[in-house]
């Protein structure tokens, strides 16, 4: 019975990548405007750093285009990070690396791990929550893939959009967005304050700047 199972699994699986590779022939869809002209300024969010990513990393990454800076608060002396990488397609291999798997191998191993809803005017967004540690040190990572301005959390999820969008819509593209805030022990709470704050004021840029 379940030799059965698998084959028709597989079956399906193949069925999935066929008509994935059919529908999204040719399709490539442009970013409204660069990730390097995103604001310097997010509400109370200042830019303080640029990051640049390397191009070993690029290689590995394959993503179309890249954002990763640090912004602070002044005000309540906070820090986020923010990454992005978009992708115009998904047909030719590219795709987003879960932050599940290359946080381990990094050095940073998960202490807590769920999903969280986070307000964002309004509407909600549905976001995986990541507390970790390397060593001493602890973070707290926001991260999600976001679609044609549909916020997914599930990477099987994504994977079902993918396939669905690229037969009815010829798109494949998507993007990772991945937010980092410090979080020092027995202080998670006040980093999830500080997260949900720069969601909120990074959020709707984020989406204006990604493909609708």
């Known amino acids: 019975m379940l030799n059965k199972y698998g084959r028709v699994l597989a079956v399906v699986l193949i069925l999935q990548t066929i008509l994935f590779y059919a529908a999204s022939r040719g399709e490539s869809t ?6 390097s002209a995103f604001p310097a300024t997010l509400g109370p969010w200042q830019m303080a750093q640029e990051g640049v990513v ?11 285009d890249v954002l990763t800076r640090l912004y602070v608060d002044p005000a309540d002396r906070a820090s ?34 769920g999903k969280v809803d986070i307000p964002v005017g309004a509407e909600s967004i549905h976001v ?21 301005s549909r916020v997914i959390a599930d990477e099987f999820a994504a994977k079902f959009y993918l396939v669905a969008d690229s037969i009815r819509k010829h798109r494949s593209d998507t993007a990772l967005i991945r937010v980092v805030v410090p979080a020092s022990a027995g202080q998670a709470a006040h980093a999830d304050e500080i997260s949900r704050s720069f969601v909120q004021a990074a959020y709707p840029v984020i989406k204006s700047y990604l493909p609708q």
């Not at 390397?54 to 179309?64: G, Q």
Request: charged share 20%; with cysteine.
């Open 30 to 35: 442009p970013l409204a405007a660069p990730l």
């Open 80 to 113: 986020a990070s923010l990454f992005i990488a978009y992708f115009r397609t998904q047909r030719t291999g590219q795709a987003p690396h879960s932050p599940k798997n290359c946080l381990p191998g990094s050095g940073w191993q998960p202490e807590q791990s």
């Open 54 to 64: 390397e191009k070993e990393e690029m290689d590995v990454l394959r993503a179309d």
């Open 128 to 148: 995986n929550r990541y507390l970790v540690s390397n060593g001493d040190d602890q973070s707290l990572v926001i991260y999600w893939y976001q679609s044609q």
